[in-house]
């Protein structure tokens, strides 16, 4: 369908704007131009100006502009096809057609929704006469009102195998059994396909009647049955009142996605517009992609049955893959055995609303559901988890999402595992060894100063900003050089403070990717970074040998290099780094207590944690100077 630009400002031109807002939206006129409250964002003084003259929108107020192509997609939700076939047949204007395949089927489906629509209307006339006295007490018990269930159009198919068929022989039999009115098997005649059902239409994003969900009265199997799917209707790209909930959900900011028709019903009762639901299926790809095009984080509430909280996790796993930033799903938990009929005629909208507060976001949801899947007393179940939950996070395709996802997951397994952890108090990793030389030692033994020691200036610069620049340089030059070592020490290297933000983005960078791919070397991993806004980075720290570490040392000419030996004392140097932060930390501790209280317990122990780091760092000089 080819669309010039000519053709679609002779269809803005044939549209008076503000009759067309007029009907959502009440407008007076200000000069030449009008005003109304804006419909995008709640407002209490006028701030959205309509030009008809220059035929667009405008709101002071949130910044929403456009013209009457935009208003249908933006205020109706329709596509922007939908929109301009709908302002062409307002405007008299013959929509172009991309080919004659194309029109006739356009024509075929046109042909199908008469059908649908004639259904509809008998189906509603038979709930309306002496037949539907039943089926109206069944609506009546359900708290559905008159206006509802006009709003919603329901109506009755009667239990005969046939009433539907002669109520509609004015349609050819081939195009009843296309639409999904009557069901055809082999060589027998065609019957109707809802019989002794309460029948409720279902809409496309324009209102139009595509199919229906039949509710069976009384006893029988399926309790509802649905419309096969059409050339007009495709359950899995169908939700289930999208025509109305579209356009309250710009009103709201929200769109809530419940399990039936019958919830979204109960909910609209209630004064709740903003409710779809799907077909009988999971959320399908495309329902998610319909849902983030209304608001970015749709609110799923599924019933607080064992079956409704596995709708929710195939709905969070269907999501993943497709997450970017800022879009996402958020959960609300029903209490057990009520569905949204039941919570709103307990408690009403406003008891609803406060479970919609309460709604967690996906990666909360996640966590909870994993946590709770088993036990966590061993190591081997505590793995489990982990690998369970960074698992999820590898499903998602983006990758700062999927970052973000193995950082909080991260964060979580640290505090859950901490706290199971009984207290033993400090944590002493060594105790000092003799001096080996190197770093002013000279092979002399540390001697405790006995007077008060202030806070050495690089203990203050470890606390406040992370480990010195020079050994992160060193480390991450290492890592990559040698990147399988990263999954030998994810942990150690995850709870690393790190002051300089590239080099903190980098390393998160290549924990995921080492996590990810095993049997990484340097080149692999340069290859994925590469298209990564780290690789500069990447590549100036490869050459970081400035401190003379084994794994920091590039091969010279006729040079072997012991690479077993490099990652063995890599491992040693990581070790040695995370320890380091952990002693500085705990220094800067000592020192203000020793600075507070001046008695000699606090200044013996300021003065042993001196020696520690003496020793620690005696050992870095070993490492460095290659006699590890």
């Known amino acids: 369908?080819?669309?010039?630009?000519?053709?679609?400002?002779?269809?803005?031109?044939?549209?008076?704007?503000?009759?067309?807002?007029?009907?959502?939206?009440?407008?007076?006129?200000?000069?030449?131009?009008?005003?109304?409250?804006?419909?995008?964002?709640?407002?209490?003084?006028?701030?959205?100006?309509?030009?008809?003259?220059?035929?667009?929108?405008?709101?002071?107020?949130?910044?929403?502009?456009?013209?009457?192509?935009?208003?249908?997609?933006?205020?109706?939700?329709?596509?922007?096809?939908?929109?301009?076939?709908?302002?062409?047949?307002?405007?008299?204007?013959?929509?172009?057609?991309?080919?004659?395949?194309?029109?006739?089927?356009?024509?075929?489906?046109?042909?199908?929704?008469?059908?649908?629509q004639a259904a509809a209307d008998w189906f509603t006339q038979q709930l309306g006469s002496s037949n539907g006295a039943p089926a109206r007490e069944y609506l009546a018990k359900r708290g559905i009102s008159e206006a509802t269930r006009k709003a919603f159009g329901f109506g009755l198919a009667p239990e005969s195998r046939s009433a539907l068929k002669e109520a509609l022989k004015k349609f050819p039999t081939a195009m009843l059994v296309e639409a999904g009115m009557l069901i055809a098997v082999d060589d027998k005649e065609p019957y109707d396909?809802?019989?002794?059902?309460?029948?409720?239409?279902?809409?496309?994003?324009?209102?139009?009647?595509?199919?229906?969900?039949g509710r069976i009265l009384g006893d029988g199997e399926p309790k509802y049955l649905n419309s096969p799917d059409t050339p007009l209707f495709d359950k899995g790209r169908t939700l289930y009142n999208l025509d109305k909930a579209s356009p309250a959900?710009?009103?709201?900011?929200?769109?809530?996605?419940?399990?039936?028709?019958?919830?979204?019903?109960?909910?609209?009762?209630?004064?709740?517009?903003?409710?779809?639901?799907?077909?009988?299926?999971?959320?399908?790809?495309?329902?998610?992609?319909?849902?983030?095009?209304?608001?970015?984080?749709p609110v799923l509430c599924f019933d607080g049955d064992g079956a409704g909280q596995k709708a929710a996790m195939r709905a969070a796993m269907r999501a993943l893959p497709l997450l970017r930033p800022g879009f996402s799903l958020s959960f609300a938990t029903l209490p057990s055995g009520q569905?949204?009929?039941?919570?709103?005629?307990?408690?009403?909208?406003?008891?609803?609303?406060?479970?919609?507060?309460?709604?967690?976001?996906?990666?909360?949801?996640?966590?909870?559901?994993?946590?709770?899947a088993g036990p966590l007393a061993t190591p081997e179940e505590r793995a489990a988890l982990k690998t369970r939950l960074l698992a999820h996070a590898d499903a998602i395709e983006d990758a700062d999402v999927r970052h973000h996802y193995r950082e909080a997951f991260r964060e979580?397994?640290?505090?859950?595992?901490m706290r199971k952890q009984p207290d033993r108090g400090p944590r002493q990793p060594w105790a000092p060894n003799p001096p080996r030389g190197g770093f002013g030692g000279?092979?002399?033994?540390?001697?405790?100063?006995?007077?008060?020691?202030?806070?050495?200036?690089?203990?203050?610069?470890?606390?406040?900003?992370?480990?010195?620049?020079?050994?992160?340089?060193?480390?991450?030059?290492?890592?990559?050089?040698?990147?399988?070592?990263?999954?030998?020490?994810?942990?150690?290297?995850?709870?690393?403070?790190?002051?300089?933000?590239?080099?903190?983005?980098l390393l998160d960078a290549m924990l995921d990717i080492a996590m990810r791919q095993e049997g990484l070397d340097c080149e692999g991993l340069l290859a994925i970074?590469?298209?990564?806004?780290?690789?500069?980075?990447?590549?100036?720290l490869l050459r970081a040998d400035g401190m003379h570490f084994s794994f920091n040392r590039s091969p010279k000419k006729n040079e072997a290099i012991d690479h077993n030996r490099a990652q063995r004392e890599l491992s040693e140097f990581i070790s040695l780094v995370n320890t380091q932060t952990e002693l500085k930390m705990r220094r800067l501790q000592a020192d203000e207590i020793a600075r507070a209280?001046?008695?000699?317990?606090?200044?013996?122990?300021?003065?042993?944690?001196?020696a520690m780091d003496e020793d620690l760092m005696h050992r870095l000089q070993a490492l460095r100077e290659g006699n590890a």
């Open 1 to 116: 369908m080819s669309l010039t630009p000519q053709w679609l400002d002779e269809l803005r031109s044939r549209i008076t704007l503000s009759t067309l807002i007029g009907r959502t939206v009440k407008v007076t006129r200000a000069g030449r131009e009008y005003k109304a409250c804006c419909p995008f964002h709640d407002e209490k003084t006028p701030s959205f100006t309509i030009n008809d003259e220059k035929g667009f929108y405008h709101c002071f107020g949130c910044s929403a502009h456009g013209d009457a192509i935009r208003w249908m997609t933006d205020q109706r939700g329709l596509s922007f096809m939908d929109a301009v076939k709908e302002l062409a047949g307002e405007a008299g204007m013959e929509v172009p057609a991309a080919d004659p395949r194309a029109a006739k089927k356009a024509e075929e489906q046109a042909s199908l929704r008469d059908v649908t």
């Open 249 to 297: 959900s710009r009103q709201t900011n929200r769109i809530i996605v419940v399990e039936g028709y019958m919830d979204v019903i109960a909910l609209a009762e209630a004064g709740i517009a903003d409710a779809v639901a799907p077909l009988g299926t999971a959320l399908t790809e495309n329902q998610l992609g319909m849902l983030w095009r209304m608001v970015p984080v």
């Open 412 to 417: 979580r397994l640290d505090a859950l595992f």
């Open 442 to 505: 000279g092979g002399r033994r540390f001697a405790p100063d006995p007077r008060l020691q202030p806070p050495a200036d690089e203990t203050r610069f470890i606390g406040q900003a992370g480990i010195a620049a020079p050994l992160i340089a060193a480390l991450i030059g290492g890592l990559l050089r040698y990147p399988a070592v990263i999954r030998h020490h994810d942990e150690e290297l995850a709870r690393l403070s790190i002051g300089d933000p590239a080099d903190a983005e």
């Open 193 to 213: 396909r809802f019989r002794g059902r309460l029948m409720i239409p279902i809409r496309d994003a324009r209102g139009r009647v595509i199919a229906f969900g």
């Open 529 to 540: 970074l590469e298209p990564m806004k780290v690789y500069n980075r990447a590549t100036t």
């Open 597 to 610: 209280r001046l008695d000699e317990q606090s200044i013996a122990e300021q003065n042993r944690l001196r």
């Open 339 to 372: 569905d949204p009929d039941d919570l709103v005629r307990a408690r009403g909208a406003a008891g609803f609303a406060d479970i919609l507060d309460e709604a967690q976001p996906l990666v909360e949801r996640l966590w909870a559901h994993e946590v709770a």
